[in-house]
T-cell receptor, first 114, second 110 residues
């Protein structure tokens, strides 16, 4: 069974530029999560999708971050414009139905904002 | 608001030692607690999951305990090996969400 796929693996941009990350969850998983992990900290949930609907985006900085999951499968997370403090690893995870079940994590995208 | 804390932030031990990693949480109303391993440049790998009704779980050289009343969990690693070097994260599941501690970076020296 293929795991959660993410791309790109690494990205370096200048502040005020835009960037987008892509995630393909495990086939059949209804729930998809995006986490932000700043160096030395644990992952923090940014947004949770159930199929193509948003369940929780309370910690997503909506003035600069946006995410979509149009067909209930792949998802894209965008930052526009990026700030220095956005430098982090962005992790995508998926689970079967989101009701307390196991989350499976992708390898992450490491973003550096200069 | 649930807060998860892990102590120590970093730990270095010689190969062969038994060691304990600590995790504490402020709200005991959790669904379960999980321990993850994170290698540099990699995602998170689930090691052990303890349901809120359980006291411990074991997998090979790993044993995790849970004491909900005191808000504590420990991860015991027996006979540590250099391949165990990684960051270990604990997370509680509450309201359908994973809430993570900041991790303990473990280094096992040959």
């Amino acid at each position: 069974e293929a795991g959660v796929a993410q791309s790109p693996r690494y990205k370096i941009i200048e502040k005020r530029q835009s960037v987008a990350f892509w995630c393909n969850p495990i086939s059949g998983h209804a729930t998809l999560y995006w986490y932000q992990q700043i160096l030395g900290q644990g992952p923090k949930l940014l947004i949770q999708f159930q199929n193509n609907g948003v369940v929780d985006d309370s910690q997503l900085p909506k003035d600069r971050f946006s995410a979509e999951r149009l067909k209930g499968v792949d998802s894209t997370l965008k930052i526009q414009p990026a700030k220095l403090e956005d430098s982090a690893v962005y992790l995508c995870a998926s689970s079967l139905d989101g009701t307390e079940d196991t989350q499976y994590f992708g390898p992450g995208t490491r973003l550096t904002v200069l | 608001k649930q807060e998860v804390t892990q102590i120590p932030a970093a730990l270095s031990v010689p190969e062969g030692e038994n060691l304990v990693l600590n995790c504490s949480f402020t709200d005991s109303a959790i669904y379960n607690l999980q321990w993850f391993r994170q290698d540099p440049g990699k995602g998170l790998t689930s090691l052990l999951l303890i349901q809120s009704s359980q006291r411990e779980q074991t997998s090979g050289r790993l044993n995790a305990s849970l004491d909900k009343s005191s808000g504590r969990s420990t991860l015991y690693i027996a006979a540590s090996q250099p391949g165990d070097s990684a960051t270990y994260l604990c997370a509680v599941v509450q309201g359908g969400k994973l809430i993570f501690g900041q991790g303990t970076e473990l280094s096992v020296k040959p």
